[in-house]
């Protein structure tokens, strides 16, 4: 809060009977003390104007009670001592902050957990001695023990103050001190030493899960070539500085966000438009990552730099896996945090009927944080496995959240079809043959690396064409290339770029145009010696894993599979029936795609959405879970919760697999957890149990609980999945086509 409103919060009500007013300046001469000239400014006589407009309206007799509570608070805002206070108190707050990111369970980082084992395993080597060699030295492990366990006391200290109730570190404290007070010194070691061992453990995994991370972004990395002193010099994307001058040839990734200061390119930036039509750019235009250019060359001047689209936010990521808590974990907390009260009353009900040494172990045998340390480890493993399948997974949550899944929704560019088209119809004109056409189409773009240019040359190389030798070639501004072949010249382009060589476009080829946008498809226009000989249809190409994803996600229960596009109604109509879909939503707006998915889930539907565009951001974050694929724009891939990075649909089944699977795990390993404990519990309430064989089942739900935890790994490695990634043909079928039809035409359309 500001000096101004501190001050008007401490004013008192003046809706009293009219008094003589207080001049505005007798008041603030009074507050505002004598100070020497000094350059530093005085932070309360830089604001005089402003209170004196606010005490203007206080009258006489609340002078004193006023400037006392004024000066007050002057002292306490511009007292030395408060203010080197307040600095140091946020100094400490951003140190923590700073630590957060780093603490484990039990709120302790790796460097306390290091030090606090170093202690215990000194401890054990000192009571090995004392009891082989010289008992006496035992006593000297007691502060030992201390120390090692100086973190837990000091978590549950703080929650103690803070919260004023016990939580389960007060349980784990108890036992420590229980099993000092009562002579088990070895106990209590072997009690500390399995706690720091578990513990050491979850951080090993966790820095083994961060280094998998590291590793699976650098497989994204590549090298640039970066423009100095008029020399391409190749350069590490990691090592890419904003200003730095990046040169991107015909064929190749826009690596960064930046501004084009040289060249011109016609670049795909579907991942931005949802639509596969190029953009022409030049100096002056932004470009941004992602995008592809595919005629062309351009210098950009980076507008970030390459750490800060690659690698800065792997700790944050791995950190948010590891804080969000599942379902499951959530739950275990719950229900630790709120049966620690009951177990107290529960010792102190049976301490006058069985005894103190009864009443401290039915306290010790609560099972305390155990699946606060058992349930990370679960989440880091299933995180590796992921990540050995190609699949990143951001929070800790999403596997939780995929399990109630019913409704997936596909964006269609990008997502369902590949990057690359294939060549449909082929027009021809004046004479010419469809192989005529094709080869001289071929022997323009086969020196290209775009995917118009690998679709023209890969449709000429499977009719096996002859592909002409070509002596020159010139990109120009407009969509096109023009070569030469001995005598003739070549024009390879758009409807446009024919318009701007001024060639001639007779009503046939304008109606092909028009028909093959109808249709979401693009059209090549062919011009020999200025005369346009034919045009070739490009249509999107469905990815070849696509039918089998769809039906094996049907397997795994869900119940609507749906489309979103931007592309107009007849392609998108089309390919969500080759597809099997339940319905679909053409010519949607960027910010429409969030809007259906909103209207999905008002119906109840818990929503799965999969799409690789920057337009498709919204609708990711919307979603009860997002997923993008490796290679999708910058935005969508920072957005998703879940990336795969196979640039393909593959594993999208398995993925639902793997989370079936946590959930099983995630029970499985409370229940190894909680069982010893109610054991111990209930041996020392009919069985005789003391405080050995309380902590000592205390401690096997924590082994049992780890060795849950470490099972799927195990499985991993030995047993060799049964289960086909995609669903295979002896698998069920899709809907009949007739039920399918009938569904989407019942579909809405936006």
Request: proline share 5%; aromatic share 6%.
């Amino acid at each position: 809060m500001s000096l101004t409103g501190t001050f008007r919060r401490l004013l008192p009500n003046s809706s009293t009977a009219l008094q003589r007013r207080l001049p505005k300046t007798s008041l603030v001469e009074k507050l505002i003390p004598q100070q020497p000239q000094t350059d530093t400014a005085n932070p309360l006589a830089e604001q005089v104007g402003e209170w004196q407009e606010v005490l203007s309206g206080f009258y006489q007799d609340q002078q004193v009670s006023l400037v006392k509570g004024l000066q007050k608070t002057y002292q306490q805002v511009c007292n030395p001592r408060t203010e080197l206070r307040a600095r140091r108190t946020r100094q400490w707050l951003q140190r923590e902050r700073t630590n957060q990111a780093k603490r484990g369970s039990f709120g302790v980082t790796e460097q306390e957990v290091n030090r606090s084992l170093l202690v215990a395993m000194s401890v054990v080597a000192l009571d090995l001695f004392g009891s082989l060699v010289f008992p006496p030295v035992r006593v000297l492990t007691v502060p030992l023990i201390l120390v090692a366990t100086y973190p837990i006391f000091k978590v549950t200290w703080f929650h103690l103050r803070r919260h004023h109730r016990p939580n389960v570190g007060f349980v784990v404290c108890l036992t420590v001190i229980a099993s000092i007070a009562t002579g088990y010194y070895t106990l209590s070691i072997i009690n500390g030493l399995i706690n720091q061992l578990a513990l050491k453990l979850q951080f090993r995994i966790q820095d083994d899960s961060q280094s998998r991370l590291v590793d699976v972004f650098k497989q994204q990395s590549h090298f640039v070539y970066t423009l100095i002193d008029g020399v391409e010099i190749r350069t590490p994307f990691a090592n890419v500085r904003r200003d730095d001058i990046i040169v991107v040839h015909t064929g190749e990734m826009v690596p960064v966000d930046g501004m084009i200061v040289q060249g011109s390119a016609s670049i795909d930036q579907h991942l931005l438009t949802g639509e596969s039509q190029p953009a022409e750019k030049g100096i002056g235009d932004e470009v941004f990552a992602s995008t592809m250019v595919l005629t062309g060359w351009i210098h950009i001047r980076a507008e970030k730099a390459g750490e800060e689209t690659m690698v800065a936010q792997i700790g944050q990521i791995l950190h948010k896996t590891i804080s969000d808590k599942t379902d499951v974990q959530l739950q275990a907390d719950k229900m630790a945090n709120e049966t620690v009260l009951p177990t107290l009353a529960l010792g102190l009900i049976i301490l006058p009927i069985l005894g103190p040494m009864a009443a401290v172990s039915v306290v010790v045998a609560h099972f305390g944080m155990r699946m606060s340390i058992v349930a990370p480890i679960v989440v880091l493993n299933y995180f590796r496995l992921l990540s050995q399948h190609q699949i990143l997974v951001k929070d800790g949550r999403t596997l939780d959240l995929l399990r109630d899944i019913d409704t997936v929704v596909f964006d269609k560019t990008g997502t369902l079809t590949i990057h690359q088209p294939h060549v449909g119809r082929i027009y021809t004109w004046n004479g010419a043959t469809e192989d005529d056409v094709l080869a001289w189409a071929a022997a323009a773009e086969h020196k290209q690396s775009h995917p118009i240019a690998l679709a023209i040359v890969e449709a000429a190389e499977t009719r096996h064409l002859a592909i002409p030798e070509v002596s020159k070639t010139a990109y120009e501004v407009g969509y096109g290339l023009t070569v030469t072949v001995g005598p003739k010249q070549i024009k390879v382009g758009s409807y446009r770029f024919m318009q701007q060589a001024h060639i001639s476009i007779n009503p046939d080829i304008h109606a092909a145009e028009e028909a093959a946008h109808q249709q979401g498809h693009s059209l090549v226009l062919v011009a020999r010696d200025n005369e346009i000989i034919g045009a070739i249809e490009l249509v999107p190409t469905i990815r070849p894993e696509a039918n089998a994803v769809i039906a094996g996600l049907r397997q795994r229960g869900i119940q609507h599979i749906t489309i979103i596009s931007g592309d107009r109604e007849a392609p998108t109509r089309k390919l969500a029936h080759d597809l099997g879909m339940d319905g679909y939503f053409a010519e949607t707006l960027p910010q429409n795609k969030a809007e259906i998915i909103d209207q999905l889930q008002q119906q109840g539907r818990s929503v799965c959405f999969v799409g690789d565009g920057i337009n498709d951001a919204i609708a990711l974050k919307k979603a009860h879970v997002s997923v993008s694929l490796r290679g999708a724009s910058t935005v969508a891939t920072d957005t998703a919760q879940i990336v795969l990075l196979d640039e393909g649909l593959e594993h999208l089944c398995q993925l639902f697999d793997f989370a079936h699977d946590f959930d099983r795990t995630m029970k499985t390993c409370f229940g190894l957890v909680v069982a010893p404990s109610l054991v111990g519990m209930g041996g020392v309430l009919f069985l005789g149990y003391g405080l050995p064989q309380a902590i000592w089942f205390k401690q096997l739900s924590l082994i049992l609980g780890v060795s849950g935890s470490m099972g799927p790994l195990a499985r991993a490695v030995f047993w060799s999945p049964q289960a086909p990634l995609l669903a295979t043909p002896e698998q069920p079928a899709l809907p009949n086509a007739k039920a399918t039809e009938q569904t989407l035409n019942n579909c809405p359309k936006q």
